[in-house]
């Protein structure tokens, strides 16, 4: 039961934070000058237009362990567009981790007001339980997703950063792997995905407590 209560809570979520990140992919690649997310109806914050349902499915897995890692269908960008190509492919994919950040540090600071406050107005402390559990699922969740697409495996988004700073035949090499990014990323998960969750989890219950609580 304590795991339905966590979905019920997660869903929307789940749904607000991954159309946050792709929809920043998109409006920081337009803003560059790429047309190509608006053509293809991702410069939107309707969930269908975003969510991929495998990734989707990984989060709801992993919000009931404290951890949310997953991900949405990558925003096509068309780097030609851009003044400095590499740079802008860099701009663009840190723009969905940055933007997960920032929703992170609202749930925290929303949930360190409420702290404040709560024992000095008049409202049923069940609801004041439910609404700390809502703000604490968008905090952890939020990071997870952060944390987990700056992992530098194709096709996250920590892939096209490190690209940034690729060189020669270091950078061919790299590329060679984006076709094989998925067959990566779940070996990796598959062999990893304990060791991930403990040090997610770890590392959001410690910014939790700075952020929120300290």
Known sequence: MPELNMLILAGPLILFSLVVHEFAHG???VKLGDPTPRWQG???LNPLAHLDPLGTLMLILTIIRGVGFGWAKPVQ???TYYKNPLKGSMLVACAGPASNLLLALLF????RLLNLFWGQVAFNPEFFKLLFNFLYIGFSLNLGLAFFNLIPI???DGSRIVSYFLRGRAAEFYYQLEQYGFLLLFSFL???RNHLSYYLSN???NLFIIIALA
């Open 190 to 192: 598959l062999l990893f």
């Open 108 to 111: 925290g600071l929303l949930f």
């Open 154 to 156: 194709p096709p996250l």
């Open 203 to 205: 590392l959001i219950y």
């Open 42 to 44: 991702r410069l939107t």
């Open 27 to 29: 409006y920081t690649s």
């Open 77 to 79: 960008i068309n780097p």
